[in-house]
């Protein structure tokens, strides 16, 4: 039971392009280009992008520290 509860969190993790755009204040175009480039941790399922949250605040203090 605890891993379907566990895996019920992990799909709750997972965003759209728009929902990450929106978490990341972001253009969605500028999200896209980022995934379709491999510059954005992101995954495609059939034809549509999703980004875990967890994955992508960690992407987000790599690049805060990349850039001090």
């Not at 175009?29 to 495609?44: C, D, E, F, M, N």
């Amino acid at each position: 039971m605890a891993t379907k509860r566990s895996d019920m969190n992990d799909a709750a993790q997972l965003m759209t392009i728009e929902e990450a755009a929106d978490y990341l204040r972001f253009h969605p175009s500028t999200v896209y280009r980022l995934a379709r480039q491999g510059a954005i941790p992101a995954v495609k399922v059939g034809k549509q992008w999703r980004i875990h949250r967890g994955t992508l605040d960690d992407w987000v203090q790599q690049e805060i520290r990349k850039s001090q």
